[in-house]
């Protein structure tokens, strides 16, 4: 019986002393857990401060940045900063969708900068196309439908095989 006893209090004993190890594990767990999101959250605001466009930029652009609807956002170049996993943002700062408004990769970005040149279209059977429409101001495309802009973007889809530019969009507005 005394033997009995013995070895109750043992294990007792050492429930008791292995919970406490748990618990300051668990403790100590959850101070890295509460650290490792402040430190995140601290990269985050250096990264958005990263990717802002500078002042002078938008000082260059304030009259466009006064329209409606307009903005100007900073890519990054992707073998800087992508590859080299400089900064935590999927895509290193090198994509931009203008529908969600973010930089990370994988949301249906729309632009991308690569060893100095823009890119569209990234994965999969995902396509996009830019037309340089030359030295005019964006402030006169506003709002504004352009000849110029659709007969290149007609040019373009017609070496893709489209047929009519036109009524392929009208097709696209009548079935969404």
Request: glycine share 10%.
């Amino acid at each position: 019986m005394n033997l009995h006893r013995s070895l109750l209090t043992l294990l007792f004993s050492l429930l008791f002393l292995s919970s406490n190890a748990v618990w300051a594990q668990s403790t100590k767990r959850d101070d890295l857990i509460r650290e490792i999101e402040s430190l995140r959250s601290q990269l985050k605001v250096r990264e958005d401060a990263l990717l802002e466009p500078s002042t002078e930029d938008r000082e260059s652009f304030a009259e466009f940045l006064g329209q409606k609807d307009t903005g100007l956002i900073r890519l990054l170049p992707r073998e800087e900063y992508d590859y080299k996993k400089k900064l935590t943002i999927s895509g290193g700062g090198a994509y931009y969708s203008f529908s969600r408004l973010t930089h990370e990769y994988g949301y249906g970005s729309d632009i991308g900068l690569e060893r100095g040149n823009l890119r569209v279209g990234f994965g999969g059977a995902d396509y996009g196309m830019m037309a340089n429409l030359g030295d005019i101001r964006v402030l006169m495309m506003h709002g504004q439908q352009i000849p110029l802009a659709d007969e290149v973007m007609q040019e373009l889809l017609n070496g893709l095989g489209i047929i009519n530019f036109f009524v392929c969009t009208q097709k696209i507005k009548d079935t969404s």
